[in-house]
């Protein structure tokens, strides 16, 4: 398959636009739902996954070949995700390091939301429960849970899809998962 | 809570797969020992479980599409580049007939003008070539967009593209009509028609390369 997708990726450098066809054929699956958990909405996910879409079409010529697509393919998609994010939430952000301690943001300093035992969820509602509570994770944390547990890549990849260091990936899928431990203890 | 910051730090190392062998057994001895603790890494667990229960959920309809009608329109050139790639044959064979059949119209319909191949001896009138009486042409004939009378001889072959034949006198069969308004003795071959024409330059190139 990555072998397709290489020959592809030349035919499209190479200013054939039908073979890019393919490519979204391949792809579109992964990336829209990806983009949907990211946003947990439908109209926003088919909205950014199109213009990841997009942008990878256009910025074709930056795609380094020795690197795989698809991760680029998930950077786009995650970063204009979390545009969209923040252009549609207030100024503050809840992950924003609070100032004189090391490493503690706010999500730190928030009690866990005092949410009713929710056995009575039938398992569609519990599923959107799920979604809902992981899109309301901040961003940075959303998308390392998102990459890791849904669309189950290691850690090394989710480092090159996001280019952060390792450790970076490691300290916000820590507070990522203290965080939903929260938010879906009493489930 | 502090104290248990240490194990649970444990806790996410292990669950990314980074747990040493003496790690894992300071966790798990402390988990034996620690309620507080085993809770946690429960809900950890469980956490895990319930995020990777969500449904798969696939791109909605005509997404390709969407997405391939909104991409920037490519060069021309390109379209064409795969054309010839897709259908090769094809193409080759489509360009020969345009090539071929559209030189043969264009040439058809622009020369209107009258063409006699040899004017030594004969009389021109309008678009009418005349062959007077006493008059013997030993070369073959060749007249585009005009016709022919003949009143002399002609050795040759002859050949009337876009004309005719013309009959001086009205006479009741063809042998009396040659013999008296003059004559042919080469073949005689009258092209009127387009289609005929065409056979006819195949046929001429049939012949050309079967005589090489």
Request: proline share 3%; with cysteine; net charge negative.
């Amino acid at each position: 398959m990555e072998h397709i997708v290489k020959e592809r990726i030349k035919q499209v450098k190479k200013g054939d636009q039908s073979a890019y066809r393919e490519i979204v054929e391949l792809y579109q699956n992964k990336i829209y739902q990806h983009c949907y958990r990211m946003l947990g909405n439908v109209h926003e996910a088919e909205d950014i996954a199109q213009e990841a879409f997009i942008r990878a079409y256009v910025n074709i010529d930056s795609f380094d070949e020795r690197r795989k697509f698809s991760s680029w393919l998930y950077r786009i998609a995650t970063n204009l995700s979390i545009d969209r994010i923040r252009k549609r939430k207030p100024d503050y952000f809840l992950d924003a390091e609070v100032k004189g301690t090391d490493g503690l943001d706010m999500y730190s300093q928030m009690a866990a939301s005092d949410r009713t035992p929710a056995e009575e969820l039938e398992s569609n509602e519990l599923q959107r429960y799920i979604h809902k509570e992981i899109s309301e994770l901040p961003p940075k944390y959303r998308s390392i849970i998102v990459l890791r547990y849904l669309e189950e890549f290691s850690l090394q990849e989710i480092s090159e899809i996001l280019d952060i260091p390792i450790g970076t990936v490691k300290t916000r899928i820590h507070r990522g998962r203290e965080a939903l431990r929260k938010r879906l203890r009493h489930v | 809570m502090d104290a248990h910051k240490e194990h649970i730090k444990l806790m996410h190392k292990y669950l990314d797969g980074d747990l040493t062998k003496e790690e894992e057994l300071v966790l798990s001895k402390h988990l034996e020992e620690c309620e507080a603790c085993q809770k946690h890494f429960h809900e950890l667990n469980r956490t895990i479980a319930l995020i990777q229960s969500t449904e798969q959920i696939a791109a909605p309809l005509h997404f390709t599409e969407n997405v391939m009608k909104s991409l920037p329109k490519e060069k021309k050139r390109m379209k064409v580049i795969r054309l010839f790639k897709g259908h090769p044959f094809l193409v080759a064979a489509a360009v020969f007939f345009v090539f071929m059949f559209g030189g043969m119209f264009s040439f058809w319909n622009q020369s209107n003008e009258l063409v006699v191949s040899k004017t030594d001896n004969l009389i021109i009138q309008g678009d009418t070539v005349i062959v007077p009486e006493g008059v013997t042409i030993e070369d073959d004939l060749l007249i585009k967009n005009g016709n022919l009378v003949v009143k002399g001889k002609i050795d040759g072959n002859v050949t009337i593209f876009n004309g005719k034949l013309i009959e001086e006198e009205p006479s009741l069969d063809q042998e009396g009509l040659m013999a008296s308004v003059g004559e042919v003795n080469g073949e005689l071959k009258t092209v009127d028609r387009i289609f005929e024409w065409i056979w006819y330059h195949i046929n001429e190139l049939i012949q050309k390369v079967f005589a090489m």
